[in-house]
């Protein structure tokens, strides 16, 4: 059973940076795709960026590029997205989720935490 634990969200003034932090236990071989979505207020939860825990590739929503970063430890045990230059439309609920492929819909992962909150605000 695959548990994930989300942590490091809070509020942020616009331009700022946070980190969030995945810790990831008992995935396998069909769930070793590490995923982050948000969902903001009134919207649907959409994947942000993927990574693949045992071969570190990466992918991102191309309107996300250049901003989020998404990454996971030596241990192979936590996934990180660090987010900068934040924008108000940021704003919302982080989630990390596992599954067998990097993908774009939220139903293609298997495995869910519970949430980190993030909120732009000045």
């Known amino acids: 059973q695959v548990q994930l634990v989300e942590s490091g969200g809070g509020l942020v003034q616009p331009g700022g940076s946070l980190r969030l932090s995945c810790a990831a236990s008992?995935?396998?071989?069909?769930?070793?795709?590490i995923a982050w979505a948000r969902q903001a207020p009134g919207k649907e939860r959409e994947i942000v960026a993927c990574?693949?825990?045992?071969?570190?590739?990466?992918y991102y929503l191309d309107s996300m590029r250049g901003r989020f970063t998404i990454s996971r430890n030596s241990a192979k045990d936590t996934v990180y997205l660090q987010l900068n230059n934040l924008k108000f439309e940021d704003t919302g609920i982080y989630y990390c989720a596992s599954g067998s492929r990097c993908r774009w819909h939220a139903n293609d992962f298997n495995y869910w935490g519970q949430g980190t909150q993030v909120t732009v605000s000045s």
């Open positions: 008992g995935w396998t071989s069909t769930s070793d795709r």
């Open positions: 990574i693949g825990v045992n071969d570190g590739v990466t």
